[in-house]
Nanobody
Framework: QVQLVESGGGSVQTGGSLRLSCAAS????????MAWFRQAPGKEREFVAA????????NYADSVKVRYTVSRDNNRNTVYLQMNSLKPEDTAVYYC????????????????WGQGTQVTVSS
């Protein structure tokens, strides 16, 4: 059974940093592209960042470019999201997702999802 478990969320002030982790099990992690999405209250889930199977290719939403960095450790079956210079508009539940295909921004591309971790940024 595939499991994606996010951790590292919390509450920070504007300008602060957080590092999210997503531990995967039940799949051949190195074969999957991984992504982070987020969903704010009353809004649709949106793409944040993605990384290909080897870590050699990444993609970011314009709203988080420069501030966020996605990375992965295939030895630990874990993908990370380093979030710097956080803003109140970054407040959301953050989800990790896995896709057997290449890096993509569409939700429908992803085969497996975690339960999410809350990130709250106060002004």
């Amino acid at each position: 059974q595939v499991q994606l478990v996010e951790s590292g969320g919390g509450s920070v002030q504007t300008g602060g940093s957080l590092r999210l982790s997503c531990a995967a099990s039940g799949l051949t992690f190195s074969a999957y592209a991984m992504a982070w999405f987020r969903q704010a209250p009353g809004k649709e889930r949106e793409f944040v960042a993605a990384i290909n199977w080897s870590g050699s290719s990444t993609n970011y939403a314009d709203s988080v470019k420069v501030r966020y960095t996605v990375s992965r450790d295939n030895n630990r079956n874990t993908v990370y999201l380093q979030m710097n210079s956080l803003k109140p508009e970054d407040t959301a539940v953050y989800y990790c997702a896995a896709a057997i295909s290449r890096v993509a921004t569409r939700l429908a591309t992803y085969d497996y999802w975690g339960q999410g971790t809350q990130v709250t940024v106060s002004s």
